[in-house]
Protein backbone atom coordinates (compact mmCIF):
# COMPACT_ATOMS: atom_id res chain seq x y z
CA UNK A 1 0.00 0.00 0.00
CA UNK A 2 1.62 2.97 -0.50
CA UNK A 3 2.72 5.25 2.05
CA UNK A 4 0.24 8.37 1.35
CA UNK A 5 -2.74 6.03 1.32
CA UNK A 6 -1.90 3.91 4.65
CA UNK A 7 -2.61 6.85 7.14
CA UNK A 8 -5.23 8.22 4.79
CA UNK A 9 -7.42 5.07 5.30
CA UNK A 10 -6.06 4.44 8.79
CA UNK A 11 -7.80 8.47 9.70
CA UNK A 12 -11.19 7.35 7.48
CA UNK A 13 -11.48 3.82 9.14
CA UNK A 14 -11.14 6.44 12.68
CA UNK A 15 -13.64 8.42 11.17
CA UNK A 16 -15.82 5.80 10.38
CA UNK A 17 -15.54 3.89 13.78
CA UNK A 18 -15.44 7.03 16.11
CA UNK A 19 -18.92 7.88 14.02
CA UNK A 20 -20.68 4.58 14.04
CA UNK A 21 -19.89 4.61 17.64
CA UNK A 22 -21.68 7.48 18.05
CA UNK A 23 -24.77 6.04 16.99
CA UNK A 24 -24.65 3.14 18.22
CA UNK A 25 -24.41 5.58 21.68
CA UNK A 26 -26.68 7.54 20.63
CA UNK A 27 -24.57 10.49 20.77
CA UNK A 28 -25.54 13.79 19.80
CA UNK A 29 -22.48 14.76 17.98
CA UNK A 30 -23.52 11.94 15.55
CA UNK A 31 -27.40 13.09 15.27
CA UNK A 32 -26.33 15.55 11.74
CA UNK A 33 -23.72 13.20 10.49
CA UNK A 34 -25.54 9.78 10.16
CA UNK A 35 -28.63 8.23 9.17
CA UNK A 36 -29.56 11.64 6.90
CA UNK A 37 -29.01 13.81 9.81
CA UNK A 38 -33.09 13.05 10.58
CA UNK A 39 -32.89 12.19 14.46
CA UNK A 40 -32.28 14.10 17.44
CA UNK A 41 -32.13 10.49 19.20
CA UNK A 42 -31.25 7.25 16.98
CA UNK A 43 -33.96 4.80 17.10
CA UNK A 44 -33.10 1.03 18.08
CA UNK A 45 -33.74 -0.36 14.70
CA UNK A 46 -31.24 2.58 13.26
CA UNK A 47 -28.67 1.92 16.49
CA UNK A 48 -28.76 -1.94 15.35
CA UNK A 49 -28.26 -1.45 11.62
CA UNK A 50 -25.27 0.90 13.01
CA UNK A 51 -23.77 -2.37 15.23
CA UNK A 52 -24.06 -4.22 12.00
CA UNK A 53 -22.34 -1.84 10.44
CA UNK A 54 -19.70 -1.38 12.68
CA UNK A 55 -18.36 -5.25 11.99
CA UNK A 56 -18.55 -4.45 8.57
CA UNK A 57 -16.19 -1.29 9.21
CA UNK A 58 -13.98 -3.66 11.36
CA UNK A 59 -14.07 -6.16 8.87
CA UNK A 60 -12.72 -4.03 6.29
CA UNK A 61 -10.10 -2.43 8.56
CA UNK A 62 -8.80 -6.30 9.17
CA UNK A 63 -8.48 -7.00 5.42
CA UNK A 64 -6.62 -3.95 4.41
CA UNK A 65 -4.71 -3.33 7.39
CA UNK A 66 -3.43 -6.72 7.93
CA UNK A 67 -2.78 -10.06 6.15
CA UNK A 68 -5.93 -12.20 7.38
CA UNK A 69 -7.44 -14.72 5.50
CA UNK A 70 -10.34 -13.86 2.94
CA UNK A 71 -11.69 -15.14 0.17
CA UNK A 72 -11.05 -13.34 -3.28
CA UNK A 73 -14.52 -12.29 -4.09
CA UNK A 74 -14.47 -10.35 -0.96
CA UNK A 75 -12.24 -7.08 -1.90
CA UNK A 76 -15.31 -6.83 -4.82
CA UNK A 77 -18.06 -7.27 -2.69
CA UNK A 78 -16.36 -4.52 0.26
CA UNK A 79 -15.67 -2.40 -2.88
CA UNK A 80 -19.07 -2.30 -4.35
CA UNK A 81 -20.31 -1.13 -0.61
CA UNK A 82 -18.29 1.12 -0.73
CA UNK A 83 -18.80 2.57 -3.65
CA UNK A 84 -22.83 2.77 -2.64
CA UNK A 85 -21.61 4.17 0.47
CA UNK A 86 -19.94 6.98 -0.94
CA UNK A 87 -22.94 7.28 -2.64
CA UNK A 88 -25.50 7.59 -0.49
CA UNK A 89 -23.02 9.92 1.70
CA UNK A 90 -22.67 12.32 -0.79
CA UNK A 91 -26.81 12.41 -1.62
CA UNK A 92 -27.71 13.15 1.96
CA UNK A 93 -29.81 15.77 3.00
CA UNK A 94 -27.54 16.78 5.76
CA UNK A 95 -24.72 18.59 5.25
CA UNK A 96 -22.57 17.45 7.98
CA UNK A 97 -23.05 13.64 6.39
CA UNK A 98 -22.58 15.02 2.53
CA UNK A 99 -18.80 15.11 4.42
CA UNK A 100 -18.55 11.38 4.97
CA UNK A 101 -18.85 10.86 1.58
CA UNK A 102 -14.78 11.69 1.37
CA UNK A 103 -13.87 8.46 4.03
CA UNK A 104 -15.74 6.52 2.26
CA UNK A 105 -14.05 7.40 -1.18
CA UNK A 106 -10.83 6.76 0.70
CA UNK A 107 -11.35 3.05 1.75
CA UNK A 108 -13.80 2.43 -1.83
CA UNK A 109 -10.44 3.41 -3.54
CA UNK A 110 -8.30 1.29 -1.41
CA UNK A 111 -10.86 -1.78 -2.21
CA UNK A 112 -10.31 -0.96 -5.97
CA UNK A 113 -6.27 -0.74 -5.50
CA UNK A 114 -6.79 -4.31 -3.65
CA UNK A 115 -8.89 -5.84 -6.72
CA UNK A 116 -6.58 -4.35 -9.11
CA UNK A 117 -3.24 -6.60 -7.12
CA UNK A 118 -5.08 -9.23 -7.12
CA UNK A 119 -5.77 -9.40 -11.21
CA UNK A 120 -1.58 -8.50 -10.73
CA UNK A 121 -1.25 -11.57 -9.07
Known amino acids: MNRLLKPALLAAF????????GVIADQSY????AAGGQFDNF???????YLLN????IYQALILLTKIKRAQWMARVLFVLGTLSVLINALSRSSLERWN???ASIIAFAFYKELRSQKNN
Open 14 to 21: VWNIFLVV
Open 30 to 33: AFKR
Open 43 to 49: PAGIRIA
Open 54 to 57: LVVV
Open 101 to 103: ALP
